[in-house]
């Protein structure tokens, strides 16, 4: 079938080729009333763009440069048996494991091969204090800041030999300190965010449209310190209107990136799923951010798994008892940032594009080259699902089911998209 597939679809120059023809009025048809395209969208909490970035974040030598590591499989992370090994942050591409290109690459059999990425980031260890200056402090903190989500790893391993910055292991009290420090930091930028915006907004009256949009501005940061403060939550447990979400991306608040809670076990636990801490941080999350999601791992068995040959990996697994995590959290990562990819097919390269839920065909075709998306003309796109139950690209076509799509398409995660642009 590859064969006939590399017959049916023109080498992969072919996306680069521009197509004086324009099938415009193809598409006119195709576009959805009015007022559907109408209807308002919610805006997506966060950075705008695709390029965004996932830190690990914990107190000090609860693992975080080990699974770095073991996670990028570089020695890049300072993993040491000692508080604040890493100071500076290393950023390392990680591949996102997905069923859906590894059948693509087994069809198509192209030359190249290029998988969707996160990239994510080692941070410094952070302390009680930091928002104020203690341990790494504000240097951490800005760090932070620079990611558009954060993987926080927690210790529920014992053992003596690694020493606890606090004493003794005890995740919720060390969940509780991370919350606070990036809370503290969010009131106090907000506050100061909020007495510049006052200050100079002193005459502000309801004649002009600039002054009420200021006045509107001044509410949502008000609204934002209530969350954090009376409300107890962090930013992006709030309830956020489009508006409002303009002006909260603005801030660039720590609370408000995505977090996917990284639980640490001994690799004795991780292999009987069982360890003392993992219900109560469960009642913890639950209780202060509810759906926030929770991956048990083990830093020891992924350091162990890491530097082993596929098959070698494959053996160590199954005489552990216990399959690694790093693609399972990896996956939760590149979700929790909202991404979503696309995927062009042909002989010469099989490759997944990532884009932002929500993104627009050309915008999408934009993420390959800017021509794409300034000459957009359609898109041939057809679903990951129909070509895997048809079987070939000729039957999704002769189904009904290859679309042309124009400038208001929507993507959709899997699709398999074939763009065309005007000369
Ligand atoms: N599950 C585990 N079981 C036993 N030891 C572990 C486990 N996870 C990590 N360690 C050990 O903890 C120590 C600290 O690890 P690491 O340097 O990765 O921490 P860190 O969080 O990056 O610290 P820092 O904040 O100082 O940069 C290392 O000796 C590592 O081998
Ligand atoms: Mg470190």
Redesign the pocket.
Known sequence: MADRLAILRPPILSFYRSFSSTPHLNIKKRMPPKKAAAQEKKILLGRPGNNLKIGIV????????????ALSETDL??????????INPEEARIPVPDARFEWLCETYKPVSRVPAFLTCI?I??LTAGASTGAGLGNAFLSHVRAVDGIFQ?V?A?D?A??IHVEGDVDPLRDMEIIQTELRLKDIEWVEKHLDGLKRSGRALNNTSLADKAKKEEIATVEKVLKTITTDGKDVRKGDWTNKELDVVNGLQLLTAKPVTYLV????KDYVRKKNKWLPKIKGWIDANNPGDPLIPF????E?RLAPLSDEEKEAEQKSAGAQSALGKITQAGYASLDLIRYFTCGPDEVRAWTIRKGTKAPQAAGVIHSDFENKFVCGEIMSYTDLQEHGSETAVKAAGKLRQQGKPYEMVDGDIAYWKSGA
Do not use: C, I, M, Q
């Open positions: 914990g107190l000090p030598n609860v693992g975080k440069s080990s699974f770095f590591n992370g300072k993993a040491a048996n000692f508080p604040y090994a890493t080692d410094a260890g790893v210790r391993f053992d030999e690694v640490n076990l001994s690799e083990s830093v020891a068995l350091e």
